[in-house]
């Protein structure tokens, strides 16, 4: 497949990335800044370098699959709304490539079916990041209503952090956790999650999560 990664040189994105090219797809950077981009994923990746939101529907069509894994400051959260609003935009009604969108664990429910962003809300240090997830769930909440492109969001564990690729257990709507409660997620898991639902699509129009096995 020819896979545009937007964010590659991110955390989620740089995982991606390189398990995608492992796996012998054709895979394109969108990124910023090229500089840190090659210090990440290497210098012979492949790139775009530009903003995007100047993304047209001509350059997303030339890719089987968009993934947005981008990423911003707390400050600017509302922009993971209006990139995804922008993707969907350019796409409606075409016969554009599958697109995965990466959302927060936020917007996943809880063992009580309440929002797990509720519960990050009440944290101390809240104030410094409840931005993100809110607006992570206000993303999910508009594909849930798109029924013209073909979309998937993937919301990782209530901790994502750096680390190998090694086995994942797959959910829906729910936070997982193991049987000790911990609900981890390691960025080279969250590329295999993804990988193997581009390969065996399961979640056309839906949301799914996984966590560390």
């Given amino acids: ?90 796409l409606r009604e075409s016969r554009g490539p599958r697109v995965i969108f990466i959302t927060g664990a936020g917007s996943l429910l809880d063992k009580h079916d309440q929002p797990f962003v509720d519960t990050l809300a009440k944290l101390p240090t809240a104030a410094s990041f409840i931005a993100t997830p809110h607006a992570q769930a206000f993303e999910l909440e508009f594909l849930r209503h798109v029924d013209n492109v073909n979309w998937t969001a993937f919301s990782p564990s209530a901790t994502f952090q750096e680390g190998p690729a090694t086995d994942y257990v797959a959910g829906g709507d729910h936070l997982l956790a193991n049987d000790a409660g911990e609900s981890v997620l390691d960025s080279g898991n969250l590329a295999l999650a993804i990988l193997d639902e581009l390969e065996n699509p399961q979640h056309s129009m839906k949301r799914f999560t996984a966590r560390n096995a």
């Fill in 1 to 90: 497949m020819k896979i545009l990664i937007i964010g590659a040189s991110g955390h989620a994105g740089r995982a991606i990335f390189k398990e995608a090219t492992r796996r012998g797809h054709k895979v394109t950077g969108l990124v910023r800044n090229e500089a840190r981009a090659h210090q990440v994923l290497g210098k012979d990746a492949k790139l775009i370098i530009d903003d995007a939101f100047n993304t047209k529907r001509v350059d997303l069509g030339r890719f089987d699959v968009v993934i947005d894994a981008f990423s911003t400051d707390p400050l600017q959260a509302y922009l993971h709304v209006d990139l995804c609003a922008h993707l969907i935009h350019e």
